[in-house]
T-cell receptor
Framework: GENVEQHPSTLSVQEGDSAVIKCTYS??????FPWYKQELGKRPQLIID?????GEKKDQRIAVTLNKTAKHFSLHITETQPEDSAVYFC??????????FGKGTRLSVIA | KAGVTQTPRYLIKTRGQQVTLSCSPI?????VSWYQQTPGQGLQFLFE???????NKGNFPGRFSGRQFSNSRSEMNVSTLELGDSALYLC?????????????FGPGTRLTVL
């Protein structure tokens, strides 16, 4: 089955700097890759997703890139702000199989 | 539109007991998925239901079971609780197929097994 590895597990950046979180997946048939943000004590919320027919997707300060050949995808957050501090999860799925999540990255943005 | 709701929000049980958790999806959503979240392990998939049918099941022991009702509400049951079952249990609903539609998570039920 699918296996998703996420790195780093913790990340600290200065406010205004960029943050990059990387995930690799094992199932070459995976074709949907969402990213979730979970603030402390709150539910996970989808922040951006990408499908396998697209190499990059942007939404304001957030972007996701996908390299299907290498089987990895990354989340890029530019101009980080304190409210970006949270745990971020990547996930992957193939067709109607369940989402498989990475173990999460705890991002701390230092003001 | 009301979001996904889960009851109860907190539960404390002892080993050997059983527990039932409830999830009410967003109105009109027909797919419900359940996840177990533990520190360091992320979210692990338990089950996925669509129109009262279990479509997918994760790699959990048979003590974990679930069902979905005709109004799309879903319950999960854990029998013979073990200490390792302590976790945050999240459900997520989507309009139809989680592949094509965004999954919206509920606030979770935090289960503590003593």
């Amino acid at each position: 089955g699918e296996n998703v590895e996420q790195h780093p597990s913790t990340l600290s950046v200065q406010e205004g700097d960029s943050a990059v979180i990387k995930c690799t997946y094992s199932d070459s048939a995976s074709n949907y890759f969402p990213w979730y943000k979970q603030e402390l004590g709150k539910r996970p919320q989808l922040i951006i997703d990408i499908r396998s027919n697209v190499g990059e997707k942007k939404d304001q300060r957030i972007a996701v890139t996908l390299n299907k050949t290498a089987k990895h995808f990354s989340l890029h957050i530019t101009e980080t702000q304190p409210e970006d501090s949270a745990v971020y999860f990547c996930a992957a799925r193939s067709g109607n199989t369940p989402l498989v999540f990475g173990k999460g990255t705890r991002l701390s943005v230092i003001a | 539109k009301a979001g996904v709701t889960q009851t109860p929000r907190y539960l404390i049980k002892t080993r050997g007991q059983q527990v039932t958790l409830s999830c009410s999806p967003i109105s009109g959503h027909r797919s419900v998925s359940w996840y177990q979240q533990t520190p360091g392990q992320g979210l692990q998939f338990l089950f996925e239901y669509f129109s009262e049918t279990q479509r997918n099941k994760g790699n959990f022991p048979g003590r974990f079971s679930g069902r979905q009702f005709s109004n799309s509400r879903s319950e999960m049951n854990v029998s013979t609780l073990e200490l390792g079952d302590s976790a945050l249990y999240l459900c997520a609903s989507s309009l139809r197929d989680p592949y094509y539609n965004e999954q919206f998570f509920g606030p979770g039920t935090r289960l503590t097994v003593l």
